[in-house]
């Protein structure tokens, strides 16, 4: 059976590697417009690089009349340790040689100014007392909180009452050399064909029921013909699915919002000092995906310090790409469903509208009022962010991501942004499970299964304390992830 997987980021390459690690005589090819893999959301900067597990976020424990919802907070905290056990796989394999090369322990912390100690008080007594967040440690104490995250403190007046909580075994990952690293392994290693420079125009399906895919290979147009379709293309599974004529295609549309971060260059020492990623708390209005954070980066060697997002409306569905490729994605009948979201969510549209047009100067003075006296201590430059296409599902606009899959099980893609990058492999697990039912049920393929996911199953890993913390601890100490006896 042949595959064809369109994306080389780090879902497309995930699943080429977990279909071949379950089905080696799988042949599978992946067509890639760019010139590398994990080259475009995935690439180091182009995203934050937090390892999301809900140590942080406040956005993933929403509360409603002072009740405090942590069910999401639980599925994705469980949803990275499925990533991790795979990721651990990789290095013990020798596939990676080192997993300093992506992964790097950071604290996660969240801090909240007076307004927002009760909801923060409140999540740490919830969050806690499960065993997933059993090591997280709060403070209202100044000092206590400036030897967590001494660049958000050192400059800020002793009166201001703030709360923080923190983490200490929460990561920082560049999924851009994650993915590199993946790619050549699939490609030297388990037979696995790229193709880059390779921009897949349309897809259809042809009378024989193989999909036909049109694609353009420098200017020259290329053919190629697939039993199963997987498209991994970020924003640009959009257009795809518009042209491939099943029935669900009109579900859907794209609502793409663009972003920038604020970038410094630090030492090692500095690295040193702040070896944390730290979390707001969104400001009223603003969209989950624009939560202020600190983050202190590890890229190739280098060290960095991040802060941002600042969201935009930038109708795109990808970096590079044209606004023309966008509106090429939209038909007649999604533009009520278009207005409609602009109507009912006209708050976020003026917010991503405004925040489009923030110059240099407002947005250091929105990191000045997250760490006080941080903007004059470094050289910042904003930098572009990747893109994201939030999806439009009859209507309505959602935050997260949905898998979809066809009827006859020839067809599956991604669409939808977040929590992204840190859930890929458990995400790309569910992929296959759904459009290649078969490869699971032949006893080799279940054992390379537990091989990889000791343990895959979210509600086991959820209710089991003891398991999961065997687990925890065997998959840490792979990726150089510990945590000292004084907590
Ligand atoms: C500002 C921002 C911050 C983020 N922060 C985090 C974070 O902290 N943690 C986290 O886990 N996630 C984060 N994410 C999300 C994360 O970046 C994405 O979930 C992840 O990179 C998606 O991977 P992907 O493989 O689907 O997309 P991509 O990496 O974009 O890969 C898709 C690939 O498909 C290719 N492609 C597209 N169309 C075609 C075509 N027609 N033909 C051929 N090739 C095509 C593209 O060139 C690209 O290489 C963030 C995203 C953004 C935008």
Redesign the pocket.
């Known amino acids: 059976m042949n595959v064809i997987i369109?994306?080389?980021?780090?879902?497309?390459?995930t699943f080429a590697t977990l279909a071949k690690e379950l089905a080696p005589d799988l042949d599978i090819t992946i067509?890639?417009?760019?010139d590398g893999?994990?080259?475009?959301?995935?690439?180091a900067f182009?995203?934050?690089?937090?390892?999301?597990e809900a140590n942080c976020e406040l956005n993933y424990t929403p509360v409603d009349e002072e009740v405090i919802s942590v069910e999401k907070a639980l599925k994705i905290h469980a949803q990275f340790n499925v990533a991790k056990q795979f990721w651990a796989y990789l290095i013990e394999k020798g596939a990676i040689k080192d997993p300093k090369t992506f992964i790097n322990q950071t604290k996660h912390c969240t801090i909240v100014s007076e307004s927002a100690i009760e909801e923060l008080r409140l999540r740490f007594k919830e969050m806690s007392g499960h065993h997933f967040f059993e090591h997280m440690r709060y403070s209202e104490d100044f000092d206590e909180i400036k030897s967590w995250i001494p660049y958000i403190m050192d400059e800020r007046p002793r009166h201001e009452k703030m709360a923080a909580t923190v983490i200490e075994t929460g990561t920082d990952?560049n999924?851009g050399a994650l993915?590199e690293q993946m790619a050549a392994h699939a490609v030297n290693d388990m037979g696995v064909k790229i193709e880059y420079g390779?921009?897949?125009?349309r897809v259809h399906k042809s009378p024989t029921g193989r999909w036909v895919i049109e694609?353009e290979n420098k200017g020259k147009p290329v053919q190629h013909k697939a039993d199963v379709l997987f498209v991994?293309?970020?924003?640009?599974?959009f257009?795809?699915l518009k042209k491939s004529h099943l029935p669900f295609r009109n579900r859907f549309t794209g609502f793409p919002v663009g972003?920038r971060?604020l970038q410094a260059t630090i030492s090692e020492e500095e690295a040193r000092h702040y070896r944390a990623k730290t979390y707001g708390k969104a400001k009223v209005g603003a969209p989950p995906?624009s939560v202020p954070h600190l983050d202190l980066r590890v890229v190739n060697g280098k060290h960095y310090l991040l802060f941002?997002?600042f969201a935009s409306f930038k109708p795109v569905?990808?970096r590079g790409r044209g606004f023309f490729d966008y509106l090429s994605s939209i038909r007649l009948h999604d533009i009520p469903g278009l207005l409609n979201v602009i109507l009912e969510h006209f708050p976020l549209v003026k917010y991503l509208v405004s925040e489009t047009f923030k110059g240099e100067k407002s947005m250091l003075e929105e990191l000045d009022s997250f760490a006080p006296g941080l903007s004059r201590k470094f050289d910042w430059k904003p930098i572009e962010?990747?893109?994201?296409v939030q999806i439009i599902k009859d209507g309505d606009l959602q935050m997260g991501?949905e898998i979809l899959v066809s009827k006859d099980k020839t067809y599956g893609t991604?669409l939808g942004?977040?929590?992204?990058?840190?859930?890929?492999p458990e995400v790309m697990l569910r992929c296959l499970e759904q459009l290649l039912p078969s490869i699971f049920s032949k006893e080799d393929a279940k054992k390379k299964k537990h091989e990889i996911f000791p343990e895959d199953d979210l509600d086991t890993l959820i209710s089991q304390p003891d398991r999961y913390r065997e687990i925890r601890d065997a998959v840490n100490q792979k990726l150089g992830i510990t945590r000292s006896e004084a907590q």
């Open positions: 369109i994306g080389a980021g780090i879902m497309g390459t067509l890639e417009r760019l893999a994990g080259a475009g959301n995935s690439s182009w995203n934050a690089g937090t390892g999301h990952v999924f993915t390779t921009h897949v125009k694609a991994g293309a970020g924003g640009g599974a257009p795809l972003g971060f995906m941002g997002p569905l990808e962010a990747g893109q994201r991501t991604l942004a977040s929590p992204g990058a840190s859930v890929s």
